[in-house]
């Protein structure tokens, strides 16, 4: 049975469609994931201040928005608290003061709203938490939000999984498609001769 080599623009096409499928699925994924890293537990202002429920317990992170826009305003502050400002976080079923653990700086960009953390916390149960600050010039928007840091590299792993089977996968695809093409030509070259 004679069967006609597999033309170039066949043995390229599929690659490219293994390459934009599969890319398509990595952008998804990691699209998807960005959804829920964003989820906060809440933001307010302060001054006055404002109340967050906590859903889950462990670590959270309390960010200061450097540029934001809440409740149809902008909002715009400095990296950091300005000198003399305060701020009280307290778990409101016990009274309890929580300490706010400085760290390395963190940033966060989603658009153009940008933030930076003020730091760390932990809570041993679902609770409802105020936060209030003092000494502040002008308000603030904070925020807070569960510390996702094992998820991050999950989805980067995720991501760059898909990424690096689909380009292998291309790859493989492209050898193999190329491999038959050249030897029906030379089957179809003897055949000739």
């Not at 999950?154 to 498609?177: D, H, K, P």
Request: hydrophobic share 45%; glycine share 10%.
């Amino acid at each position: 049975m004679n069967r006609r080599p597999l033309s170039l623009a066949i043995c390229l096409l599929v690659p490219f469609v293994i390459l934009v499928l599969g890319l398509g699925l990595a952008g998804w994924q990691g699209y998807q994931a960005s959804i829920d890293l964003r989820k906060e537990n809440g933001r307010g202002l302060v001054p006055p201040g404002f109340t967050v429920e906590i859903a889950e317990a462990g670590k959270h992170t309390l960010w200061l928005h450097t540029y934001t826009v809440f409740e149809g305003e902008a909002y715009e502050s400095g990296d950091r608290l300005r000198p003399g400002a305060k701020l009280l976080l307290v778990d409101e079923s016990t009274g309890e003061a929580i300490d706010l653990n400085p760290y390395v700086s963190a940033r966060k960009s989603m658009g153009a709203e940008r933030a930076v953390s003020l730091g760390t916390f932990e809570v041993g149960k679902p609770t409802r938490l105020g936060i209030m600050g003092s000494g502040f010039p002008d308000s603030a928007v904070l925020s807070v939000a569960p510390v996702k840091l094992a998820q991050v590299f999950r989805t980067i792993a995720e991501v760059g999984g898909i990424a690096a089977l689909t380009l292998f996968a291309a790859i493989l695809a492209l050898i193999v498609l190329l491999h038959r093409r050249q030897k029906s030509m030379e089957a179809e070259a003897k055949m000739r001769t």
